[in-house]
């Protein structure tokens, strides 16, 4: 059965600076892979998402993650983080055995300090 | 096009009693999946209905049930509640259900039980 591990449940990181937000999945079969964002008081929203080809994925707003299949990761990256990005962040998987389920991790909560 | 909409937002119980929450998916979506969102636990799945059938179920109690209407609306029960059942309820809709698929959510219903 897949599972997520998010290393870090609160990062703190200074306006302006780099941050990554770390997540391991266990699936033993082709995954799909996704990260959602909740802003305070409202649901979850769809950041990015990898279902094939390339293994480096982007967002609007200027996330990214990569796919490392060897390492079975998708840590989510951004060189310069706002205000505004402080969330929590959730990484989840879905994969071809149970397709229903989309499973989270317990969450990463992104402190942007000004 | 509305969001998922959630009712009621907030809601206080005691022990013992139960509840009913209720959410309506995007116009279109045919699918709909229930989380519940704790502190500890993080994102815990619950169940997803397609077309009035019931595709998954999480690992969680008989307490806890779910029905999907002709119309795509759900509802979800919880019946002789405890203290460990505070949590937000989410409710996330798609289009369709299994394949690696963007889930919908939406705010959530906070659930205290007193």
């Known amino acids: 059965a897949q599972s997520v591990t998010q290393l870090d449940s609160q990062v703190p990181v200074f306006e302006e600076a780099p941050v990554e937000l770390r997540c391991n999945y266990s699936s033993s079969v082709s995954v799909y892979l996704f990260w959602y964002v909740q802003y305070p008081n409202q649901g979850l929203q769809l950041l990015l998402k990898?279902?094939?080809?390339?293994?480096l994925v982007e967002s609007i707003n200027g996330f990214e993650a990569e796919f490392n299949k060897s390492q079975t990761s998708f840590h989510l990256r951004k060189p310069s983080v706002h205000i505004s990005d402080t969330a929590e962040y959730f990484c989840?998987?879905?994969?071809?055995?149970?397709?229903?389920?989309?499973?989270f991790g317990p969450g990463t909560s992104l402190s942007v300090i000004p | 096009k509305a969001g998922v909409t959630q009712t009621p937002r907030y809601l206080i119980k005691t022990r013992g009693q139960q509840v009913t929450l209720s959410c309506s998916p995007i116009?279109?979506?045919?699918?709909v999946s229930w989380y519940q969102q704790t502190p500890g636990q993080g994102l815990q799945f619950l169940f997803e209905y397609f077309s009035e059938t019931q595709r998954n179920k999480g690992n969680f109690p008989g307490r806890f049930s779910g029905r999907q209407f002709s119309n795509s609306r759900s509802e979800m029960n919880v019946s002789t509640l405890e203290l460990g059942d505070s949590a937000l309820y989410l409710c996330?809709?798609?289009?369709?259900?299994?394949?690696?698929?963007?889930?919908?959510f939406g705010e959530g219903s906070r659930l205290t039980v007193l």
């Open positions: 990898y279902l094939s080809g390339s293994t």
């Open positions: 996330a809709s798609s289009p369709q259900a299994g394949g690696p698929r963007e889930l919908f």
């Open positions: 116009s279109g979506h045919r699918s």
């Open positions: 989840a998987v879905s994969d071809e055995t149970s397709y229903d389920k989309v499973i």
